[in-house]
Structures are given as C-alpha cells and as structure tokens.
C-alpha cells in the first residue's frame, strides 16, 4: 500500500527566512503533485513533477523530485505572510489516476 | 475559463435521506474522481472514473454511488447519508498528456444530522 508522509506537520514560518519541507513515499510513482490550500477552500495546483531530478520554479517556492530516494522537498525563499497555508503533496502511481495525499503541512508566516 | 464545478457548495441534511453532489467540467477530461477530506485523515479516493460509463472504487467507496453518462458529469449519490459521511468533497478531473495537471473543483461542505 502507498504511503505519502510529510514533514513536519506544522512548521512555524519567520518572515525573510528560508525552509525546506519534506515528501516521501513508500513506492515507484509516475507522478508527484504539490498543491496549497488555504482555510475552506479548495486546492491549489502548485507543481506537477514528472521525473527524476526535476525541478519546478515558481515565486518563492521551488519543488524537486528525487526518484531513487522517494522524495520530494518544497523550498522556500525569504517567507512572507502569504506562504501562510496547508501544502499538500500526492502521488500518482498510474493506475487510475488516484491521488495518494499526504496529511499536509500547516505553514503559518509570523513577522 | 476551464474549471470544475460542484453544487451544492454547503448541504445540512439528515440520516437517511437521499443526495446527489454534481460535479461538471469543461476541459473535456476523460478522468474524474471524488475525495473526501477528513481532519487528520486527508485526502482519499471514493470513486473514480476513466470515461463515459466506466467508473471504479477508490479507497472508501462504502455508501456511496457515482455515475457517469456524459464526459462531462460526474455525480455522487448518497443514497442513505450517515453522519460518519460528514465530510468535505472533492470532485477532481485530469487527462493524461503533458502537464497530467489534476484539477479540483470547488469543494462541498456536507453536514449529515
């Protein structure tokens, strides 16, 4: 059965610091998605990474997906009160494009 | 604009009485899928469905019903809601290709007393 861990589950975010956050699962996947979602609403497609060494650039945040090691991080640059949200990582083995959700991690940007 | 759409947005109703979630999309999606969303649980698959009038179980498909007649519709159906089925939902959709970028719709509140 695939797991989806993410770590850590809360991180309390220093505004203009850097953090990284953390990925992994427990089988060969197609697929890895990354995806914010804020109080109440919906989820937010951030990154679709679809091989080996890639790597995704968008504003203050960067994803890259490690293969061999099942893992995916999600940096991010100088935080601002925005990053403020849950980020969720998922993983899609291609069977039937079922997403297999981590538990997702709460980013809360404190001045 | 492409996009998913669910109605209703917010539903109380009570034990035993039946409902029906839409969920549209415009992108022409051969894939759609239904999660629900559950404080410390995530994220999980009910059902899912790959094109017109093929559709399967996900992890938790128990008291639940989907069908899909057209390419674009995809409802679930309670037939008997329960207050375990309390929950927040998710209608998603996808095609496979270059991005495989999996949309979400806007999400339902359900509330079952």
């Known amino acids: 059965e695939l797991k989806v861990e993410q770590n850590p589950l809360f991180l309390s975010m220093q505004e203009g610091k850097n953090y990284t956050i953390y990925c992994n699962y427990s089988?060969?996947?197609?697929?890895l998605y990354w995806y914010r979602q804020d109080p109440g609403k919906s989820l937010e497609s951030l990154f679709v990474?679809?091989?080996?060494?890639a790597v995704k650039q968008e504003g203050r945040l960067m994803a890259s997906l490690d293969t061999k090691a099942r893992l995916s991080t999600l940096h991010i640059t100088a935080a601002v009160h925005d990053l403020s949200a849950t980020y969720f990582c998922?993983?899609?083995?291609?069977?039937?494009?079922?997403?297999?959700f981590g538990k997702g991690i709460t980013l809360s940007v404190r001045p | 604009e492409a996009q998913v759409t669910q109605n209703p947005r917010y539903l109380i109703t009570v034990t035993g009485k039946k409902l029906t979630v839409t969920c549209s999309q415009n992108?022409?999606?051969?894939?759609m899928s239904w999660y629900r969303q559950d404080p410390g649980l995530g994220l999980r698959q009910i059902y899912y469905?790959?094109?017109?009038?093929?559709?399967d179980k996900g992890d938790v498909p128990e008291g639940y019903k989907v069908s899909r007649k057209e390419k674009r519709n995809f409802p679930l159906i309670l037939e008997s809601p329960s207050p375990n089925q309390t929950s927040l939902y998710f209608c998603?959709?996808?095609?496979?290709?270059?991005?495989?970028?999996?949309?979400f719709g806007p999400g339902t509140r359900l509330t079952v007393l």
């Open positions: 998922a993983v899609d083995t291609g069977a039937n494009s079922k997403l297999t």
């Open positions: 089988t060969t996947s197609d697929r």
């Open positions: 990474l679809l091989s080996n060494g």
């Open positions: 992108m022409n999606h051969e894939y």
């Open positions: 469905s790959m094109n017109v009038e093929v559709t």
């Open positions: 998603a959709s996808f095609r496979p290709g270059r991005t495989f970028e999996q949309f």
